[in-house]
């Protein structure tokens, strides 16, 4: 009995090695992407290339060796492991996990017809810094246009995002990196000096106030703005169903809004210039579902309120 055993023991012993060494190998393999996924980018690249030197090294070793026996091949495994997760672990103390991807930040655009003597549907785009921006570009026009954004106040500043030529009428999805906080200029590199340029601003507030209309509901019941100064006034609607802001003297909605825009689907963010209103306090809603409704507090200065007594009386004066 004992010989057939030997005799069992050497036939699978050369089975035996290579599919366990296999199945270490895999792994090892698997803890090491998981090592590479949880790291930034650069810090991947370094993490492989030591483990890559660290487990030839290794391998060097044990080939040199004039008997490779089955525990020299576990300790070459234990040691290719235990150098990736090493790296892995210095490089995460070091230089961080990976971050998170932020969510892009809808915004449309058009090229109406006529569009190099009019120019874009708007002259102004807002936007949260680092933040990748998907841009969907509408082309109504029977020329093809494109859109550029530079680093800078005119067409002569450097690049920082080219956008592809859309012949019209068609539309194309603009994926713009995340920009830092600042004034940019975009236009349309195939008509410069036209008409068809304007300014992406990208600030915390996006260039004034900004709303979020999802799920049928604003994410604020109150709007701050400062009095008898323009401001700006970012709709992100993230329905598909069709939102606007219109700000009225008071809660009857009644007479002309004094400020409104077209409703519009989403998901797309769009800005829009609001006139200067008078110190006071004032109604908001959407004019297609009037449950979306809250209160406009117009001070003097961003977010100060208003004067006693005051309020009232400029509402009064401005109707």
């Known amino acids: 009995m004992s010989a057939r055993g030997g005799e069992r023991q050497s036939l699978l012993?050369?089975?035996?090695?290579?599919?366990?060494?296999?199945?270490?190998?895999?792994?090892?393999?698997?803890?090491?992407?998981?090592?590479?996924?949880?790291?930034?980018?650069?810090?991947a690249t370094g993490i492989a290339l030591v483990a890559a030197v660290g487990v030839m090294t290794v391998a060097a070793f044990v080939a040199a060796r004039k008997h490779v026996t089955g525990a020299a091949l576990g300790g070459f495994a234990i040691a290719s492991a235990g150098l990736a997760m090493l790296a892995g672990g210095l490089a995460i103390a070091v230089i961080g996990p990976a971050e998170e991807e932020a969510e892009p930040l809808h915004a449309e655009l058009?090229?109406?017809?006529?569009?190099?003597?009019?120019?874009?549907?708007?002259?102004t785009l807002a936007v949260e810094p680092d933040r990748p921006i998907e841009l969907a570009f509408d082309n109504q026009d029977v020329t093809a246009h494109n859109v550029w954004i530079l680093d800078g106040p005119d067409d002569t500043a450097a690049p920082l995002f080219q956008g592809q030529d859309v012949p019209g009428p068609d539309q194309?999805?603009?994926?713009?990196?995340?920009?830092?906080?600042?004034?940019?200029?975009?236009?349309?590199?195939l008509h410069p000096g036209t008409a068809m340029e304007g300014t992406v601003s990208v600030s915390e507030s996006a260039g004034g106030v900004?709303?979020?209309?999802?799920?049928?509901?604003?994410?604020?019941?109150?709007?701050?703005?400062?009095?008898?100064?323009?401001?700006?006034l970012t709709l992100d609607n993230r329905d598909a169903a069709p939102h606007n802001v219109s700000i009225y003297q008071d809660d009857t909605a009644s007479g002309e809004p004094l400020f409104t825009f077209e409703p519009f689907t989403g998901p797309a963010a769009r800005p829009f210039e609001v006139d200067p209103i008078p110190e006071g306090d004032y109604y908001f809603r959407c004019d297609v579902h009037p449950t979306m409704e809250g209160a406009v507090v117009v001070a003097p200065g961003e977010g100060q309120p208003p004067g006693e007594g005051g309020g009232g009386d400029a509402a009064d004066e401005g109707g």
Request: charged share 15%; net charge negative.
């Open 110 to 123: 058009a090229a109406p017809e006529n569009a190099i003597q009019e120019g874009f549907s708007t002259a």
């Open 13 to 43: 012993l050369p089975i035996l090695i290579p599919v366990g060494a296999l199945a270490v190998i895999v792994f090892v393999l698997f803890l090491f992407s998981r090592v590479l996924l949880s790291v930034q980018p650069n810090a």
């Open 172 to 189: 194309a999805v603009y994926h713009v990196p995340a920009l830092a906080e600042g004034e940019y200029f975009f236009f349309c590199e």
């Open 210 to 232: 900004q709303v979020v209309a999802q799920d049928t509901a604003f994410d604020t019941e109150e709007l701050q703005l400062p009095a008898d100064t323009p401001t700006t």
